[in-house]
């Protein structure tokens, strides 16, 4: 079974820092990582101009790029529903633990981090199971600096592996 935990909070607060931090760390302890970003925006991963990008705007609706090294999947969504969190998990294969960046209203296990503007909102947000903060937080549930991110994935082992 594959384990998740979601790192989740305000825009620009190091979300993206802080998952970049705990996946060197686990994938150093031989952990296989897999990750997911939620994206707000409309995205696209692929470049003007590219053979794929071609494919796709001729008209497919899946196009995989293959090489020796790696592969991608790009998969329009025609009747623009969003994958769930599930349905996304569900895509790896082989892997010991997920990372998630965002999709802060599912059920997994999550980590907020709060700014030092105090808004803590791990009140309306489920799952929280610590906090990273170098604001004083008086808290039931485990805080940890920005700084102490070997701690961090110490506590990501115990917890959720």
Do not use: C
């Amino acid at each position: 079974m594959t384990r998740v935990i979601g790192i989740v909070g305000w825009k620009d607060v190091g979300k993206t820092y802080l998952v970049t931090e705990i996946i060197k760390l686990l994938v150093a302890k031989n952990y296989r990582v897999g990750s997911i970003k939620h994206a707000h925006d409309d995205f696209d991963i692929d470049k003007p101009g590219t053979d794929s990008f071609k494919h796709r705007e001729s008209g497919s609706s899946q196009v995989i790029i293959s090489s020796s090294r790696r592969w991608a999947k790009i998969n329009e969504n025609i009747d623009n529903r969003e994958k769930s969190l599930k349905e996304l998990i569900e895509e790896f294969e082989y892997i010991d633990i997920i990372i998630v960046e965002g999709f802060k209203n599912e059920i997994h296990p999550k980590i907020e981090i709060i700014a030092n503007n105090l808004e803590i909102s791990n009140s309306k947000i489920k799952n929280v199971i610590a906090i990273v903060s170098d604001v004083m937080l008086y808290s039931n549930t485990p805080v940890f600096k920005k700084n102490e991110i070997k701690s961090l994935v110490e506590f990501i082992i115990k917890k959720i592996l």
